[in-house]
């Protein structure tokens, strides 16, 4: 897909109605380099995109036989869908994943960020009772990891992240990053990966997906949390 100027202003655009502080507003409003560099980001990802071809999901590798096995016998015993009403615990558990998805995207993108998982996944569980898309997208990625596929598993995770974009949880994780960061840190990091993350959703996420697949296998903390959940440890 070409970086052409009206796609890149859409992608800006919408991370900018996507940051929700009127601090890195205001600061990119005065800031014509970091301007310029969101600009540059996005660029390079629509670039990107364009030329990542899709994996051929006839060959597509599968998670650790074992766990698939556990998994499975664990699923087997549950309902596969993650709305459980009131059930404050599980929609806990639930929120984790979110987050633990959203985590994963950044990782792949570049960004190296850390935050206290369980006090970000307890700030959004309003959110996520209250859409139906992110449930449903949850759900998704709970019937992939059952199935296997880890390129099935990548689609669902990112669709999971996109879900939670659009209900504005990354503002949560932005204030959890915002801790361990100097403040221009933080406006610069927060800008530029909700620059990504807009520029890679005008694109279908093609590249985004495909690393996410390269990942998924090593993303011990999210299958655990997979696990227990279709387990009902919770």
Known sequence: MASDQETVKKAYDQA????????????????ENLRKELEDVIKKVLENEGTTLASDSSTEETLDPDFMSKLKEAC???????????DEARNLLICEIIIECIMLVFSVAGFKVSVNIKVVAKSIIPA??????????VDNLIAAYKKGGVNTIATSVWDVSVAAYEENIFSKVFDAIRENMSWFDWVKTSAVLI????????????????????????????????YKLCKGDY
């Open 16 to 31: 900018i109605s996507k940051l929700e502080s009127d601090e890195i507003i205001g600061e990119l409003e005065k800031n």
């Open 76 to 86: 087997e015993t549950k309902p596969l869908e993650a709305d459980s009403g009131d």
């Open 128 to 137: 996520y009772k209250s859409s139906r898309k992110l449930q449903k997208a």
């Open 195 to 226: 620059a990504t993350i807009a520029a890679t959703m005008c694109t279908g996420g093609v590249a985004m997906i495909a690393k996410i697949a390269l990942n998924i296998n090593s993303a011990i903390s999210l299958s655990q949390k997979i």
